[in-house]
């Protein structure tokens, strides 16, 4: 009877081995909830209203990060209006023009290894090479260009994503009545192509909003608002530091509390960033089918 | 009236045809110039330090005072560090990633992974210095008691208020997580379903299919996710540079250390002159590091894909 197949063998292997995946998903989940707890306990008291629309006053003694929300915003926009076309571009070489060969090997290369360089590196070479080769000193524009070659790949790689799904009957029958390459890819691929171009730039702003270790040294720490009128083109070359690089900054005064404010404002922008990308990959989808 | 014929306007169309191919071209290219550009840049910087100091004197010294009167530059240690520390994260990091990539891709019922699955990718968008300002306030403590409990009685020890060695791989390996799962996931939902179901068929069990079958067949995808978890590892800056405290010791648990990285965030700031180049060459020995990890890389992607064909 012992050895009948209806008795199940019972194997303690298989019960360790089990009972480890399940911990590790656990620690896993539990350190995300943790960290999202902690961060949301410890800074939810801090984010107010004159928070988020002041700079620091050492006169009313208060802070307000008003001046970093601004530059964040300059350090995106100008990076992608930098990086998008250069990004979109070299995915259509890639998959529309390019012959398979060493080049486009080089250039798919040159791309991942581009996207596997630490932000750090691109720090030290924006520093070098646009700060001091090029004379623009620590401003925001040092700080756009570094990163347009960091999230250069990211774009350029989900508009290829993008630009693979459209199916190639799109193209022969474009091409077929008439278009020219150019028209077709103008009137039919880059609009077919656009979830996956949007989730690419999304996917871009999470990582320049995260990003510390690259402005640190071409961006600068400024963080006050630009003054009216020409201010804001001047704003461009001055320096200025992002929300990150201000909670490092103030983490490294041990300004804990503050550090925690801006923690959170980081996190729901960071969540906010998550869900787009998840809503727009399912729109994505369903247009796919 | 000739305009609008399908003849007219060849030309000025054959133009924008012949402007658009090269604009994208020099687009494609961009890529191609900043990694050489980079390159040269990181060398043309790092290099002259190593000549100035000794290539011996500073890969292999092992006094780090870059602002004594007496001036040393011996980076050892902080190469050291970076190795080591980064070794301890991805030994404790991706058995932990690869177990819950195991869960979310084989063992877990659908609703459940459906709510781990986004936690990672929320885990993988945190910015690296909110895990370093949690590191500083969370870990540091608990170190710092762990280190008064077990050199209670030295005399010797440093005490480095819990910024040590052990914080900072712990940071790192909580940091390469959503690396290792999202990519050792997709490698064994990869796992064709038909050899899962010739191992049950033969009496295995689950587990044994997962661990025998499963795993092997998706090989060449996790050691993918471990080498870009050490990437990631010996790339990360901010997250590590208050954690692992502020002085250049052998990497030993408790002692206070220096990364590449984390010397570069630290010290550039104020470095001048000879110091500042030396930052330099660390930068470049860290550039070297990640060329070898990402020729390793696509070696793997290379050897795996030619397998399939």
């Known amino acids: 009877m012992k050895n009948s197949i209806c008795q199940k063998k019972i194997r303690v292997s298989d019960y360790i081995l089990h009972g480890l995946i399940i911990v590790s998903a656990a620690v896993t989940t539990l350190l995300l909830v943790g960290i999202m707890c902690y961060v949301f306990v410890r800074g939810v008291g801090q984010v107010n209203w004159q928070f988020l629309t002041t700079v620091p006053s050492t006169i009313k003694g208060t802070f307000g990060i008003a001046g970093n929300i601004v530059n964040t915003l300059y350090i995106i926009v100008i990076t992608l209006l930098i990086a998008t076309p250069i990004g979109v571009g070299s995915a259509i070489y890639l998959n529309e023009y390019a012959k398979p060969g060493k080049l486009v090997r080089l250039i798919e290369f040159t791309t991942e290894t581009l996207s596997g360089i630490p932000s750090i590196l691109f720090g030290l070479f924006g520093m070098v090479f646009f700060g001091r080769t090029l004379h623009l000193d620590y401003s925001i524009l040092t700080g756009s260009l570094t990163l347009t070659l960091m999230i250069l790949p990211l774009i350029t790689r989900n508009t290829q994503e993008a630009l693979k799904t459209v199916p190639d009957s799109y193209r022969s029958g474009a091409l077929g009545i008439g278009a020219t390459k150019w028209y077709m890819i103008r009137t039919i691929l880059l609009p077919s192509a656009m979830p996956g171009i949007i989730t690419g730039i999304i996917l871009a702003i999470g990582r320049i909003v995260g990003e510390s270790a690259a402005l640190l040294f071409t961006a600068g720490s400024g963080y006050l608002l630009p003054k009216d009128g020409l201010g804001y083109l001047e704003k461009i070359m001055e320096s200025g530091g992002t929300m990150t690089i201000q909670l490092y900054l103030s983490m490294s005064k041990a300004q804990y509390d503050v550090a925690f404010g801006i923690a959170l404002v980081l996190l729901v922008i960071v969540l906010v960033i998550n869900i787009l990308t998840r809503f727009l990959s399912r729109k994505f989808d369903v247009n796919r089918i | ?309």
């Open chain 2, 1 to 309: 009236m000739q305009k609008n014929t399908i003849l007219g306007g060849k030309k000025a169309r054959s133009a924008v045809e012949r402007s658009a191919e090269v604009i994208f071209t020099i687009c494609a290219f961009f890529a191609v110039l900043a990694v050489f550009s980079i390159t040269i840049y990181m060398f043309v910087n790092g290099l002259p330090a190593l000549g100035q100091v000794g290539v011996l004197e500073l890969l292999f010294g092992t006094v780090w005072k870059p602002t004594a009167a007496d001036p040393s530059y011996g980076i050892l240690y902080i190469i050291l560090t970076s190795i080591v520390g980064t070794s301890l994260a991805i030994i404790l990091g991706v058995p932990i990633g690869v177990l819950t990539a195991i869960f979310l891709a084989e063992t877990a019922p659908k609703k459940v992974s459906a709510v781990i699955r986004p936690a990672v990718e929320l885990l993988a968008g945190i910015p690296s210095v909110i895990y370093g300002l949690l590191g500083i306030l969370i870990l540091c403590p608990l170190m710092y008691e762990l280190e008064q409990f077990i050199f209670k009685n030295s005399e010797t020890h440093q005490y480095t208020g819990g910024a040590n060695l052990i914080s900072a791989v712990l940071v790192l390996a909580i940091m390469i997580l959503p690396t290792v799962i999202n990519i050792s996931e997709s490698a064994l939902r990869a796992v064709p379903q038909n050899l899962r179901a010739a191992s049950l068929a033969m009496g295995a069990s689950k587990i044994q299919t997962i661990f025998k079958v499963v795993l092997p067949a998706a090989k060449s995808g996790i050691v993918t996710a471990v080498v870009l978890g050490v990437g990631r590892a010996i790339g990360e800056a901010m997250a590590i540079s208050l954690v692992s405290g502020s002085s250049v010791n052998a990497p030993l648990p408790f002692n206070s250390v220096r990364f590449l990285t984390t010397a570069i965030v630290s010290e550039m700031g104020y470095a001048a002159d000879l110091h500042r180049q030396v930052l330099f060459t660390i930068g470049l020995v860290l550039f070297v590091f990640i060329m070898v990890i990402n020729l390793v890389l696509t070696r793997i992607l290379k050897g795996g894909s030619a397998r399939e064909k």
